[in-house]
Structure formats: C-alpha cells, structure tokens
C-alpha cells in the first residue's frame, strides 16, 4: 500500500501539481487497494495544503520527487 508521488508546490505552499510515479499508477491499476491508499494519500496531501516551508529555500522544496507515502511511518512501524 505503499505510493510514491511528483509533488510541485507553489511559494506560497500549496499544491501546484500532483501525480503518481509510475510505478504507483501501475501498482494502482493492478491492486484496488493500492488504489484506495493512493486516492487517501492524495486527500490528504491536499487536505493538510498550504505547507509552512521557509520561503528562502523555494529552490530546495518546490519540487518533491519522490513524494514516498507509507501508511506504516503512520504508526510507528
């Protein structure tokens, strides 16, 4: 249930694009529940926008690839 995302970010902190990596889009195709697991992950990656990142360091977090969502780091694991 593991899936990996492009995430670009405005300056402002929130979500400009959003996609699955390929290997998530072929894992969800493949798996219903890894599909379920990425269109939660994508709930919330918009549902907690706009991130609070320090506007100096635009450069370094505009872009976040791979965006590596594992509900496992969720519960310690």
Same mark, same amino acid.
């Given at each position: 249930? $593991? $899936? =990996?995302?492009? $995430?670009?970010?405005?300056?402002?902190?929130? $979500?400009?694009?959003? #996609?699955?990596?390929? #290997?998530?889009?072929?894992?969800?195709?493949?798996?219903? *529940?890894?599909?379920?697991?990425?269109?939660?992950?994508?709930?919330?990656?918009?549902?907690?926008?706009? *991130?609070?990142?320090?506007?100096?360091? *635009?450069?370094?977090?505009?872009?976040?690839?791979?965006?590596?969502? =594992?509900?496992?780091?969720?519960?310690?694991?």
């Amino acid at each position: 249930l $593991v $899936v =990996d995302f492009d $995430v670009k970010l405005n300056r402002n902190g929130t $979500v400009a694009t959003l #996609g699955l990596l390929p #290997g998530s889009v072929a894992a969800a195709a493949a798996n219903p *529940y890894t599909r379920a697991a990425s269109e939660s992950a994508s709930r919330a990656i918009h549902q907690c926008q706009p *991130y609070k990142l320090p506007p100096d360091r *635009y450069e370094e977090w505009s872009e976040i690839n791979p965006f590596h969502f =594992d509900p496992r780091q969720m519960m310690g694991q």
